[in-house]
């Protein structure tokens, strides 16, 4: 089975610092850029970051450049999204998904990924 498998999310106050991970399972990221979305409870899913197949092009919504990064391991076929300076705002359910490309100039679309990991909850609280 194709899949992403996500870990490291769980509590944390605002101010604080989760780093997220994504496995591939039964299949290759070399050649294929990786996204980050994340969806909270009654709300839309959100384009987090993406990252192009060498690692060298990437992508930040608004809400969180300057507060996260993503990075890759091709060798280790995962994928990272380093979060700080959290705030109550990205408490969300956070996936990782596939695509073709990496657009630097707009939002990420679920539409343009597949392989959709089951995702990791990260809460926000005091």
């Known amino acids: 089975q194709l899949q992403f498998v996500e870990s490291g999310g769980g509590l944390v106050q605002p101010g604080g610092s989760l780093k997220l991970s994504c496995a591939a399972s039964?299949?290759?990221?070399?050649?294929?850029?990786v996204g980050w979305f994340r969806q909270a409870p009654g709300k839309e899913r959100e384009g987090v970051a993406c990252i192009g197949y060498r690692g060298r092009i990437t992508y930040y919504a608004d809400s969180v450049k300057g507060r996260f990064t993503i990075s890759r391991n091709n060798t280790g076929n995962a994928a990272y999204l380093q979060m700080s300076s959290l705030k109550v705002e990205d408490t969300a359910s956070y996936h990782c998904a596939v695509s073709s490309f990496c657009n630097v100039l707009a939002p990420l679309r679920s539409d343009d990924y597949d392989t959709w990991g089951q995702g990791t909850q990260v809460t926000v609280s005091s």
């Open positions: 039964g299949f290759t990221i070399n050649y294929r850029a």
